[in-house]
């Protein structure tokens, strides 16, 4: 996934980015709304956590007005408002869980996991996908119920084609699951990385569509 982290707490800031991409998510951190704003408009995101009290303002305002617009980006917020009428007031703003500060950060891992299977439209972190029997929530595959090691990265995009089972995802797309704003991306890494995908997992499990993209086999 391509994470969004708008925390103004530079140490705070540090190691949920490193979190992040140690899970293989791509991640663009900000401190401010009017820099989150700007990144929300040029990019696709498939998650935000979000601070509530930053330099340039509060947090569920920003939360207010962007699902107002109609911005329907799963929101996880992170802040150190305990408050039971603080937590209320963020999940009526809009968002999808709130996590008080400090956190684990293993514990911010599961949230996030658990927001985006609820999105992506199943919720159960079992799938059965032919000879794969896959544990999303403990990030485990077993193949013919041998135990598979994928890469962080290896399993952030196997999570994005098992999300969208039969749809076509193009390199741009799987591109900005895999890297942020600042990272360098050759041009043949989504390549690489199918590749190794199929020699763990079978070679059918992932289709190329000519000229379009790729796309989850049918098991």
């Known amino acids: 996934m ?21 899970d293989g998510h791509s991640v663009d951190w900000v401190g401010r709304l009017d820099a989150a ?7 696709p995101f498939d998650l935000v956590l979000l601070d509530l009290m930053l330099p340039d303002g509060r947090g569920i ?22 408050q039971v009428s603080d937590r209320i007031e963020g999940l009526n703003a809009g968002a999808d869980d709130y996590l008080v500060k400090p956190f684990d950060l293993a514990e911010l891992s599961a949230r996030i996991g658990s927001v985006a299977r609820r999105y ?32 962080a990265r290896e399993w952030v995009l196997f999570e994005a084609f098992l999300s ?20 360098g991306v050759e041009s043949n890494a989504i390549e690489v990385h199918v590749s190794r995908l199929r020699k763990k997992l079978g070679a059918a499990v ?14």
Do not use: C, M, W
């Open 2 to 22: 391509r994470i969004l982290l708008i925390e103004d707490d530079t140490v705070l800031g540090a190691a949920v980015r490193d979190q992040i991409a140690a």
């Open 120 to 151: 992506s439209g199943n919720p159960n972190p079992l799938i059965v996908h032919g000879p794969l029997q896959v544990d999303l929530a403990a990030r485990s595959i077993l193949r013919d119920g041998r135990p598979v090691q994928l890469t």
């Open 61 to 82: 305002g920003f939360l207010k007005a962007r699902r107002t617009q109609g911005d329907v980006t799963p929101v996880i917020i992170l802040t150190a408002l305990d």
């Open 206 to 219: 992932i289709e190329t569509e000519r000229g379009l993209g790729y796309r989850l086999g049918v098991p």
């Open 37 to 43: 704003g700007d990144a929300l408009r040029v990019a």
């Open 164 to 183: 969208r089972p039969g749809q076509i995802l193009s390199k741009a797309q799987l591109e900005d699951k895999l890297y942020a704003f600042d990272s």
